[in-house]
């Protein structure tokens, strides 16, 4: 595998070659690659040799990283940002691309059985030298500064920084390191080391996995890897490969350098674990959220966490499909151990919302159903509102949030509970009669009928 700026590179197989992440250049334009033996990835361009020592380049070529055509006898590439370094199997080195720092400068070296190639600097191990290590190109952060370095093993270049693998499984490091990606000391038994923008990460004898530096992408999180025998680091993020063949990777995934769930790579193993997919969905109302939906590789006998989450208004029901090595079918957190190709499919459905009616009143009267006070309902559901006055009171409306109430003058109404209302039914005291004036008009009435009767009997 490789990891460029922000994209990933990976061989099959069968020689073949896939890429993921951003192809603003071409560095992904990988397809038509056969008989690949070895893959690096710069900033934004791509890398191959083949079979024959001859080397295959695509993508940004602005500094001419990627005149390679010539190249033959090659035994190992690397890719710094801008720059392809080539091992050939004489053990000299061949460099080509932006040398502004003199990071090409490599045709004096001696003979190489390793080299690297970071952000401006190139980095190569001696043959036969007890293990010394020479640099060249930039060097503004200490990033060059390993000529008292003995005993190493591998190298690794970052943007600015440098590591070193020792005999013993000890690690060194210099340069940049204002994101800890040089803090290596205590690490022991480690087998292979990266480096990537601004984080170091090395790869154990048990096959799990440190990092160190810059995590602001999430790019170290690499805790819970196992079962790994490579490790490669880009510009953000952190790939890991299986012994079965699968991949996993972590950081930055803007531009899907991550993506690489379903892939199966080639090994080293002679006999490799075997390799199953797990083929993910969901219905509406929810998603699968680890690993996620799609297709994904596993080793066998791999377990698999499962988790689906529901949308508002909706609640998991079950796991369906292949789910016989699922843990518990009918629970959104769960586990699927690899023993075969699986389908399965979270499924989701709709739940009824439910919302609070409060209701009150004012002086001269009581809501006599459902009451007074909040009340907790299914949405939809129709409510009866019965308002009664007190002796001496009369009900006049209903006031709040009265847009759902079928008719506010009404004492005996209902409201549609479609979300949180509050509602009160308003009293007012019925007019008092008042008995003098009404005697009074009584008598004057009396009084012009009697003398109309007067007037015409005369």
Known sequence: MAAGGRHTVGIRPDGTVVATGNNDDGQCNVDGWTDIMHVAAGFSHTVGFKEDGTVVATGNNDDGQCNVDGWTDIGLVVAGDWHTVGLKNDNTVVATGKSDQGQCDVLGWPAMQIVAAGGAHTVGLRVGSNGTVFATGRNDEGQCNVLGW???????????????????????ATGENNEGQCNVDGWTDITQV??????????????????????????????????????????????????????????????????????????????????????????????????????????????????????????????????????????????????????????????????????????????????????????????????????????????????AIAHVDAASTNITMNSGYAITANFEEKPSINWPLIAGIIGAVVVVGLVIFLVRRR
């Open 150 to 172: 003995a005993f190493i093993q591998q190298v690794a270049a970052g943007y600015a920084h440098t590591v070193g693998l020792e005999e013993d499984g000890t690690v060194v």
């Open 194 to 403: 990266a480096a990537g923008h601004a984080h170091t990460v090395g790869l154990k004898e048990d096959g799990t996995v440190f990092a160190t530096g810059r995590n602001n992408e999430g790019q170290c999180d690499v805790g819970g890897w196992t079962n790994i025998v490579q490790v490669v680091a880009g510009g953000w993020h952190t790939v890991g490969l299986k012994d079965c063949g699968t991949v996993v990777a972590t950081g930055r995934n803007n531009d899907g350098q991550c993506d690489v769930g379903s892939w199966i790579l080639q090994t080293l193993s002679d006999e490799p674990p075997g390799t199953y997919h797990l083929t993910i969905s969901g219905t509406a109302g929810g998603s699968v959220t680890a690993p996620g939906e799609g297709t994904f590789a596993y080793c066998e006998s791999e377990v698999v966490d499962l988790v689906a989450e529901a949308e508002a208004g909706y609640g998991f029901v079950n796991w369906t499909g292949d789910i016989a090595t699922i843990a518990d079918d009918e629970d959104a957190t769960t586990t699927v151990t690899m023993n075969d190709n699986y389908f399965v499919t979270a499924n989701f459905e709709q739940i009824s919302s439910q919302f609070d009616l409060t209701i009150s009143s004012t002086a001269g009267g009581t809501v006599t159903a459902p009451g007074e006070g909040t009340f907790t309902y299914n949405q939809g559901t129709a409510v009866n509102l019965i308002a009664e006055a007190a002796e001496g009171y009369r009900f006049v409306n209903w006031t709040g949030d009265v847009d």
